[in-house]
C-alpha cells in the first residue's frame, strides 16, 4: 500500500468502541515495523488529525472538527433542509433527522430537535444499524436490488430476529412494498420508546437517498394522523430535491 493509504487505514481503526489507541497497538492491527507507524502517527498529529494523550495514546486530533464543520456547512442537502427541518419541528413538535448510508451502516448528519428534546440517543456522525429503524427501510427501500440482497445477506439473523423477513425473497418484496408506499413508519425498532416515520430524498441516480424522517415517542406516534406527517415530509424532500437540482445546473 500507499504512503496515503497507510495513514489513511490508521485514521479509520478509531471506532465508538476504541476511540483511543495506542502507537503500539496501532502498529499492530495494521503489521507496521515501530519505525515505520510511529513515523507516521507522527506526522498526523503534525497535521492536526491525531493528539497524543497521556501514556503514549492518541486519538482524533482537532482538524478532524474543523473538516466536520465545514462538511456540515459545505453540504447542499443540509444547506437547503436546514430550514425545512426547522419548520417540521415547529409544526408537529417532533425531532426531525437527515440519515445518509455508508458501507453497511446509517449515520445522521443533521437534526433539530423540538425545544432542547433528549428523545435521540443517535447524533451527527455516530453510526447506527442498517437493519432497525425507520430511516434504514426507506433507504434500502429506494436502492437497487443489488445493494438489499448484499445488505440482507450481511445482517439476515437481524432481520429475521425483528421480524421484518425470514428470507431474501420476502425482504425484497417488503421493500417493493415499501418505495411503492413512499415512506415507513417504525415503532420501537431501534429504541423501545422511540417511533418515526422516514421519506426518501432522491436527489441524484449517481448517489444513495437520503432519508428524512421524524422521531418522537411510541406513545405521540400511537396518537398522531401518520398521513399528515408523511404529507408533510414529503412536500419537504420534493423541495429539497428540487433546490438540489437547480443548484447543480447553476
Known sequence: ??????????????????????????????????PTGYRYIKDLVAHGLLQRL????????????????????????????????LDIVEQTEFSCCL??????????????????????????GRPRPIYAGAAPKIILAS????????????????????????NEQEFLEKLNQVKKQGYYASKGELESHLGAIAVPIIYSNKAYPIALSVVGSVKRFNLINSETIVNILSKAAKTIEEEVKKAEQK
Not at 492518541?58 to 430550514?83: A, E
Open 54 to 85: 497521556h501514556g503514549g495514546q492518541y486519538t482524533f486530533g482537532p482538524r478532524i472538527s474543523v473538516m466536520d464543520y465545514i462538511s456540515q456547512q459545505s453540504n447542499p442537502i443540509i444547506r437547503f433542509s436546514v430550514p425545512l427541518m
Open 99 to 124: 440519515t445518509q448510508f455508508y458501507e453497511d451502516y446509517c449515520i445522521d448528519i443533521h437534526h433539530e430537535s423540538h425545544r432542547d428534546s433528549n428523545l435521540l440517543a443517535y447524533g451527527r
Open 1 to 34: 500500500m500507499s504512503t496515503s493509504d497507510n495513514m489513511l487505514n490508521i485514521l479509520t481503526l478509531f471506532t465508538i468502541q476504541e476511540p483511543v489507541l495506542d502507537a503500539d497497538t496501532i502498529c499492530e492491527k495494521l503489521n507496521f515495523s515501530k
Open 143 to 166: 436502492t437497487a436490488p443489488k445493494i438489499q440482497k448484499s445488505i440482507y445477506q450481511k445482517f439476515s439473523n437481524e432481520f429475521q430476529a425483528s421480524g421484518f423477513a425470514d
